[in-house]
């Protein structure tokens, strides 16, 4: 079985501010890793995915993102937020090999940013 | 490009009544999921679909719940009868498919809020 775990419900930070979304993974084999942004009343977005090659993953938005395969890690990052960037965030996860693209997702993590 | 189309955006009925959602994939997109999105939880697969062929519908309350994808294109979801809590968003989803060659992101439509009195 396959599992996210984002442990914070919410994240505050300043406008200016680096900001820091936390999410870890389980899964047997290797992952492929996404991050997705949910404005009210939106669908979900896509922001950025890992699949292999560079651990630092760049997205859209000035989103960039961090694959650690030894802290079954994939955080969610950006050096100077906004506060357009106030959403929730989701995390998800697939194996490589037979995910079939079937997603587990996340529960979430409501970003907000202040002036 | 036009995005994933979904309709309707709300949906309000009692419970017992029958409710169908709507889904327009992108043009292209061989592969099309439906999504349960419970509030305060992330996006969980009720099925999806590789052209018209349900691959995966492990997680689909094939009791009360339907769906449909006849000319690998367009898709219907229905529930008969709707209980209380099926009280929820119900998002629709497409990737480019296995023919891809790769796990590709998933393009979402804004969802079909349903409310079950």
């Known amino acids: 079985a396959q599992s996210v775990a984002q442990p914070e419900d919410q994240v505050n930070v300043a406008e200016g501010n680096p900001l820091t979304v936390k999410c870890t993974y389980s899964?047997?084999?290797?992952?492929?890793l996404f991050w997705y942004v949910q404005y009210p009343n939106r669908g979900l977005q896509f922001l950025l995915k890992?699949?292999?090659?560079?651990?630092l993953v760049k997205g859209s938005y000035g989103f960039e993102a961090e694959f650690n395969k030894s802290q079954t890690s994939f955080h969610l990052k950006k050096p100077s937020a906004l506060v357009s960037d106030s959403a929730l965030y989701f995390c998800?996860?697939?194996?490589?090999?037979?995910?079939?693209?079937?997603?587990?997702f996340g529960t979430g993590t409501q970003l907000k940013v202040e002036l | 490009e036009a995005g994933v189309v979904q309709s309707p955006r709300y949906k309000i009925i009692e419970k017992k009544q029958p409710v169908a959602f709507w889904c327009n994939p992108i043009s292209g997109h061989n592969t099309l999921y439906w999504y349960l999105q419970n509030l305060g939880q992330g996006p969980e697969l009720l099925i999806r679909y590789e052209n018209e062929e349900a691959v995966d519908d492990s997680q689909l309350p094939k009791d009360r719940f339907s769906a449909e994808r006849l000319k690998g294109v367009d898709s219907t979801l229905k529930i008969q009868p709707a209980e209380l809590g099926d009280s929820a968003v119900y998002l629709c989803?497409?990737?480019?498919?296995?023919?891809?060659?790769?796990?590709?992101?998933?393009?979402f439509g804004p969802g079909t809020r349903l409310t079950v009195l």
């Open positions: 899964v047997s084999g290797n992952p492929y």
């Open positions: 998800a996860v697939t194996k490589r090999a037979g995910g079939g693209n079937k997603l587990t």
């Open positions: 989803a497409s990737s480019l498919g296995a023919t891809s060659g790769s796990i590709d992101e998933q393009f």
């Open positions: 890992y699949i292999t090659g560079d651990n």
